[in-house]
């Protein structure tokens, strides 16, 4: 990656101020809002990729949410990711601006896109595109489609790239709040596949956890169940209003990997979950120990020929 592409970032107290009085930042004039300290990127240096295999309607079109839309761009020669915010307030728009640079500071992870700056007018925010042949593959696509179907292998390598993900998440103070399996990309380097672990728009800082989990206060015994049936990567306790944290995201994990379980139906991968069983929530393991434990039984079967390649 070019010098030029690289971030110089530290702490905006001015826009921390402004996000923490969430009810002030809407009267806040936009000079007070600008993150002067990330690069700033010109629409127009943005240009169409040329896909092998248009969509229906819009070919640049790689995902769409309740933010906007990801497309697909060539940005000084290579294709990257424009996330389009346009459902997005200008203040989430800030606060996910911010944490990609966070995230992007000193280093560049490899199950983490990378940050490459943001555009204040269009709420566009441009990362590094992870992949195959110009397309965008999730755990859930690869889940559904039957890929790697005979490699276990693969399946323990990419539950162990979302636990690195997440670590390093987490040592940044920051919580992911929506891993699943929807929100992990598998990626083609050097005939290697990886996962990475994609959208920000619910993560938050630590010390902002609590307002993120404000939502929940009043809510009824069967709106309880409603959500925790609806979503059901999240941690079941927090439709009861306990406060997002780490332990909330390793539950996520633990998700993804009975997802896992279910769908490839792999002894070794079962056997990682019989491992994991939730212990009570104070007991929780983290990302920590649950790649620990992943890595243990990847060198077991590697060692007695019990993965499949």
Not at 83 to 98: L, P, V
Not at 152 to 162: D, E, K, T
Not at 188 to 194: G, H
Request: proline share 3%; aromatic share 12%.
């Amino acid at each position: 990656m070019e010098e030029s592409t690289k971030i110089k970032a530290y702490t905006p107290v001015h826009f921390i101020k402004a996000y923490k009085c969430s009810s002030n930042t809407k009267n806040c004039p936009p000079d007070k809002l600008k993150l002067d300290f990330l690069k700033i990127i010109r629409i127009t240096d943005l240009e169409k990729v040329d896909r092998p295999t248009p969509g229906p309607t819009d070919d640049d079109l790689i995902g769409r949410g309740r933010y906007g839309d990801v497309k697909l761009k060539v940005f000084r020669n290579n294709i990257c990711t424009a996330k389009f915010c346009t459902r997005s307030t200008k203040e989430d728009f800030f606060y996910e601006a911010y944490i990609m640079a966070t995230l992007s500071k000193d280093r560049y992870h490899d199950h983490i896109p990378t940050f490459l700056g943001y555009n204040y007018r269009e709420k566009v925010i441009l990362m590094s595109f992870h992949g195959h042949n110009k397309c965008s593959i999730t755990l859930y696509q690869a889940l559904h489609e039957k890929m790697f179907v005979n490699t276990s292998s693969n399946w323990l390598l990419f539950l162990i790239h979302i636990c690195c993900a997440l670590q390093f998440i987490h040592c940044k103070h920051i919580l992911h709040n929506d891993l699943h399996a929807q929100n992990v990309v598998l990626d083609l380097r050097n005939n290697r596949w990886y996962a990475v672990v994609i959208d920000f728009s619910k993560a938050s800082f630590r010390h902002h956890a609590l307002t993120h989990s404000s939502q929940f206060k009043n809510f009824k015994f069967s709106e309880q169940e409603h959500y925790r049936k609806k979503y059901p990567f999240i941690d079941p306790d927090i439709p009861k209003g306990l406060i997002q944290c780490e332990d909330t995201d390793n539950f996520s994990i633990k998700y993804l990997i009975q997802l896992v379980c279910k769908y490839t139906k792999h002894t070794l991968l079962q056997s990682v979950n019989a491992r994991l069983l939730e212990r009570g929530h104070s007991k929780r393991a983290d990302c920590r120990e649950i790649g620990d434990v992943l890595n243990i039984f990847l060198k077991w079967g590697l060692k007695h020929n019990k993965l499949s390649d």
